[in-house]
Every structure is written in C-alpha cells, then in structure tokens.
C-alpha cells in the first residue's frame, strides 16, 4: 500500500509580502510567497497556500484533504491598534477608579516615547487615551487585595450598567475591576448579565485577559483586547470559512506571543495574545531548528519589508518578558523578547530638514503603493529602490506574484533625493544602505551587549526577504561566530517555517506577594487553581490528558529589589525540601543572569507570581536539510552583472549564483552574489560565503 503524504501548512502575512510554507511528515519544506493584499488579508493568506501548493503537483482539493494543520502568524491586531482600526470599546471600572487608565501610573510622557521626546520635554505629552471619559462607567463593588468582598455588587448597580450601555451602543466591552484577579466574582456576575441583555456585544474580562496585579496595565491590556475582539472574531471567521471551501477539514491555529499555538476560537477570544506573533514565530522556530542543527546559540535578524525584528536564543530557549509596550501604553502582556526597528525593504529614505542630513525609517511604503520601483505609484525612496539601482537587485527577476522591477523610476527617486544632498543616485542608494545597515547594527547591539551578552558567543541567523542583502554590512562590525542564512530560500518565508514548527501551548498565571518563609498551604491552592484551569483549558480545546505537560514556574526576587526571575517549580509535594529546592534555583538563576557572586544568600526571597505552562508534547518534525550540489561540482550559470561596491566607490562586474547550483562546502569569495527565487545573499569585497550540509549559506564576515 502506498504511504499518502500529510502536510502543515504555516502562514505569516507582512506589510509587503505574505508568507507560506508547506511541511511534510518527513520534514521537506514547500515554500510559496504572494503579495499582501491589505483590503482583504484572507485573499493574500490564500494566495500564498496557493502558490507553495502549486510545487506539490497534486490537486488543490487533493492537497487541502492531506492538510492537518494551519497554523497562522498575524499582525492584524497590533496594525488595528496602531492605527487606531479597533472597535470602539466601553470600560467598566470600580468607582473612583475611572482616571487610572488616563493617570497610566504617571508615566505617560516618557512610557514609549521617542529619545527625542525624553531629552526634550517641551515636545514630549501623553499618548491619547485608549479609552476616552466618556465611555467609561463607574460601578459600586469593591473586593480587597485578599479577594474578600468589602462592597457588595447589587442587582440595581448591574441594571444601572446595562442601561447605561444600551444607550451608549458600544460595538464591545471591556471590564476590569479592582483586584479581580484574586476573587473574579462580579466579573463574571457582569459579563454573565451582560451577555443575557446584549448576546452579540463582545466582553473581555480582566480576570481572563491579564490576571496579574497592576491596575493600569490589567485595564489597558483589557480594554485592547476588548478593541480588537470584533475584528480577530471576523478576521478568524472568514479565513476559516474560505479553508473549508476549498476541503479543508482540520482546525486552524494561530501563533500567540508567549512562543506556541491556541485555537482559532482562542485567538478570537483573546486577540491581545497574537499582537507579535509573526516576529515571535520566526524566533522560537529558530530556536527548533538551532536545536536540531546543533546551534543553541543564535541572535535572530529579520528584516522584512517594514521592520528589523531582533531576538536572542540562549542554550536552545528564546528569552521572554512579562510587559510590553504598546501603542505607548503598558500592558500585561507575556511574550518572547522581540526588539523591533522600522528598518525593512519598504523603509522611506528622507532627508532631517534641521540637520540635511539623510536618514531611513521608520516610515514604510508597505505593500501599497510600496517602492517606486514596484509601479504601484509610490514616489518616496525605499531600501529596495538603492538596492534595486547598486545592482544588488535583478530588475530582470520578478518578485512574488510576478511583480517586475522598474530600475529607471528607481533611478529617478534616488536622483532627486541625492541631489538634495550634492549626491548622484547610485551614491544616494549607496548612503540609504549605509544608514539602514548602521540601525540594524546598533539594534543588535543593544538587545545584545546592553543587556551583559557577548555575541561572540553566539551565531547570527539572519533571515526575511531582505536579510540576505544586507547582512554583509549590518553584522560586520558584530563579531558573532558565524553569519547563517537558514535553509537558503527558506529563509525568506522564515517566520512561516517558524508557525509549523510550533506546537499548542498556553500559560496561566496569577500574581502573589509571600515573604519567607512562604505559606505553603496557600502555595498548594494556588498551584491547584492554575493547573486546574490549565486542564480544563486542555480539555476545553480537545486535548486528552496523555497529550500534554504542565509545568509550573515561579517568579522570585530577593527583597527591596524590584526585577523578578522566574524559575522552573520542583515537581512533588509542597513542602519544607520544595521551598528549598525552589530557593536554591532563584539564586542559581540569578547569578546565571547577573554573575557569579551577584546573589546574596541569607537574604530574604519574596515569592511574587506563579504560572502554569501547558505544552502540547508532540515531537516537533524534523527538518530535511535541502539538496546541495556535490563538493566541486562546476556552476551551470556562470554569469555576472555589474554593481557598485561601496568599498571600491566603483562599479564592478559581479558574479552571480543560483542557489540551487551552489556547491557545499566550497568558499566563494566576495563580492559575489547569490540569488534564490525569494531572496538575494551578498558577500561583500572582502568577505566569503558557501553552503553547509543543511543547506544553510553561511558568511564570513571577518577579516582576513
């Protein structure tokens, strides 16, 4: 009988290209690429499938009966807040509380805000408020910080509220009362009257949302989540009714910020939880794969057509931070450490009125009107443009969707910018490269050297579209062990690599105060709460008890400090050994972080939050390394095209490989060219290139 071929298919939709990938049980990689379509974001989604589809040569309806999973990377939700695109939400608070979301802790001139706004307070201000006065509604309850009823919830308050609502018509609702988290009874007295008197109104409940202590960014978080609730509700909807149109009969999966999958019905109901999920697909997957390659160590470089993501992986495990800040507001909001720049192929190169001076980002022509070189009628210069006319770019190869290139009109931008700098186009183009590569750099840095870590200890992946382009220049200065582009083509769809690679995974969590010597009693409840809750979360998304682990973790610091670590729990009973074994990992962990002799034994620990992590334990597949052509085997291209090299200030003819004729393990040296159909790799004057047994090209950037 012969085997018939099951498939996961991932996802991640970009400001300028959507991203596919098709993955195979025995781990081959079926790339596909299509212009994102901002007025319909399902229509570019399927497109992509459609077009990595197309590779397999077997019917479409064929294809989607042999698909298990979907698994989806989305910035809908963060694209909707930035641009204020959200529903318009009504909050419900505990009277006297109402300000808290316009006060924001005090720290709304400075939360967020630009470098400039810092140093100058007369252009710094606070952001607009998430949630204006008047859609905020005060309710009489009260419960203290133990969880105990201190004023009761009436019927006549919750009657008063639903009157107030119905006139207001709100298209959803946020509620966040005061320490919810520890007793979420009139929470759920709420949306339950809620839901009887408006059925259809969308309520997101703090309790739910961000059960950790704060008040302002608990709200906040809640009153984006509520935002974004009918737009993720109909975003999720249509793609899954235009799936099963075309045969697909397995669920879809969306990728959320703590690093695994949830439901489709999850995602709609918690949208807040995908906010980075296309950058934080591309990280943890790296993670994987670095696992399987033998490279635990890795910094993260995506640099796609809007933004340079940068993340760091550590023995194999992507680094993670509880708050986020967003829209300049803080929110509860637990997620892989991804630092972001507006530094991609889209960037619009601009001239500092104050200072003449030329700058890039982080403004992005995006995929409409995108570059001038793409005809679709933008007239701003973008890093794609200067790569387009230093020759870095065939305008002879189309891109994705068959976008062709046009060289002239690019030409014609970067001469117009230059000249307002005494500059010709190409040493223009050659400038905006310099100073894109000089952010990019200086990001790295900062999300490495600032925060105590040496990248020579680690690898540098680089991947998205334009990595390949640019990382000759951004990583030279780094001193990182190696440069790698993953995969070769893949890289360019990484972070839809990353979606497959993922597995199920949810985090529960609650926020406690306990000084030494620690309740255990009270420990052993809360530590049920959270796994019951992760269990009836598994149970609730089809998920038998023998598919899944839980793992409980701890936040600890010692006291008078303020930062937290968090460690993996002991497993077993609670008891005098568990408080010590859990103590000891604090301090290991903690002078693992600040180094060694940094801890102070003897000191008090406060024990300050707990979480249970469910993780789904399937095997993650494993990758075929791509075909690679034979060690010696001659190039079947041969060709060159001229480019002009900043190091030579001249022009000169280059060599060009196909990436698929490339032989392993032999060096080519710089300046050279290799071009897949997704993505371009450079190896700069000076530097050399050649591709491992994976299929990875690896850059030397050192010099000799």
């Not at 960014?217 to 509700?233: C, E, G, K, Q, W």
């Not at 807040?272 to 943890?284: F, R």
């Amino acid at each position: 009988m012969v085997k018939i071929s099951r498939y996961i298919c991932g996802v991640d939709i970009g400001g300028t290209f959507t991203d596919s990938v098709i993955l195979s049980e025995g781990g081959g990689v079926i790339v596909g690429k299509s212009p994102t379509t901002p007025d319909d974001l399902s229509r570019g989604f399927f497109d992509s499938i459609l077009d990595a589809a197309r590779r397999l040569e077997i019917p479409l309806d064929d294809f989607f009966s042999r698909l298990d999973r979907i698994a989806h990377g989305t910035t809908t939700g963060l694209n909707a807040l930035i641009t204020d695109g959200g529903a318009k939400a009504l909050l419900i608070t505990t009277a006297g509380h109402a300000a808290a979301i316009r006060i924001m802790n005090n720290r709304g001139r400075v939360q967020g805000a630009s470098l400039q706004e810092m140093l100058d307070w007369s252009i710094s201000s606070n952001p607009d408020p998430i949630v204006p006065a008047e859609r905020v509604i005060e309710i009489n309850e009260r419960i203290d910080s133990m969880g105990e009823i201190v004023a009761p919830l009436s019927e006549s308050e919750i009657e008063r509220v639903l009157d107030e609502i119905a006139v207001r018509k709100p298209q959803s609702v946020a509620i966040c009362l005061l320490w919810s988290f520890a007793n979420s009874t009139h929470e759920e007295r709420l949306r339950s009257r809620l839901a009887e008197r408006f059925p259809d109104l969308a309520v997101s409940c703090s309790f739910e949302v961000a059960s950790r202590i704060g008040a302002y960014p608990r709200m906040a978080t809640t009153v984006m989540n509520a935002m974004l609730a009918p737009l993720m509700s109909a975003y999720v909807q249509q793609i899954g009714r235009r799936a099963s149109d075309a045969g697909y009969r397995g669920d879809i999966f969306f990728v959320q910020n703590e690093g695994g999958l949830v439901p489709a019905s999850e995602a709609a109901a918690f949208p807040i939880l995908t906010l980075k999920s296309g950058p934080v697909a591309g990280v943890v997957g790296a993670g994987l794969a670095g696992r399987q390659f033998g490279d635990p160590n890795v910094i993260v470089a995506d640099m796609g057509g809007t933004t340079l993501d940068v993340g760091v992986i550590q023995d194999g495990a992507p680094s993670r931070s509880d708050e986020s800040i967003v829209r300049r507001q803080q929110v509860h909001l637990r997620a892989v450490d991804v630092e972001s720049i507006g530094a991609g192929g889209g960037s619009i190169a601009w001239i500092d009125e104050r200072t003449n001076a030329l700058r890039v980002g982080p403004r992005s022509a995006g995929a409409r009107p995108g570059p001038i070189c793409y005809g679709h009628g933008g007239t701003e210069v973008t890093v794609t443009d200067a790569d387009l006319v230093l020759g870095i770019l065939d305008e002879h190869r189309p891109l994705a969707g068959g976008l062709r290139l046009d060289r002239k009109a690019a030409e014609e931008g970067l001469a117009r910018l230059g000249a307002r700098l005494g500059l010709d186009a190409v040493r223009c183009a050659a400038g905006v490269v310099e100073v894109v590569d000089s952010l990019m750099e200086d990001l790295i840095r900062r999300t490495t050297v600032q925060r105590g870590l040496d990248p020579r200890d680690f690898s540098l992946w680089v991947y998205g579209g334009a990595s390949g382009a640019h990382a000759g220049l951004f990583s030279r200065d780094l001193n990182v062990k190696r440069v790698v582009l993953p995969l070769g083509n893949t890289a360019s769809v990484w972070s839809a690599l990353g979606c497959c690679l993922l597995d199920q995974r949810r985090e529960f969590s609650t926020s406690i105060y306990l000084p030494p010597p620690w309740d255990l009693d009270f420990l052993a409840q809360q530590v049920g709460e959270l796994k019951a809750r992760a269990e009836r979360y598994a149970a609730q998304i089809g998920l038998g008890p023998e598919a899944y682990v839980i793992r409980p973790m701890a936040s600890l610091k010692y006291g008078l400090q303020v930062h937290e670590i968090e460690v993996e729990a002991p497993a077993g009973e609670l008891d005098a050994g568990w408080r010590t074994q859990l103590a000891r990992a604090f301090e290991a962990a903690y002078e693992k972080r600040f180094g060694a002799g940094s801890g102070s034994s003897g000191t008090d620990i406060m024990l300050t939050g707990l979480r249970a992590v469910l993780e789904a334990t399937a095997p993650t597949t494993a990758i075929t390394a791509a075909g690679a052509a034979s060690p010696g085997e001659p190039s079947a291209g041969g060709r060159t095209r001229p480019v002009f090299w900043r190091e030579f200030d001249a022009w000169r003819e280059t060599p060009v490989w196909r990436g698929d004729e490339l032989p392993e393990g032999r060096a080519i040296e710089g300046p050279a060219i290799v071009e897949y159909s997704h993505t371009t790799v450079v190896a700069r004057p000076g530097q050399r290139m050649w591709r491992d047994k994976t299929g990875s090209i690896i850059l030397d950037v050192s010099k000799r």
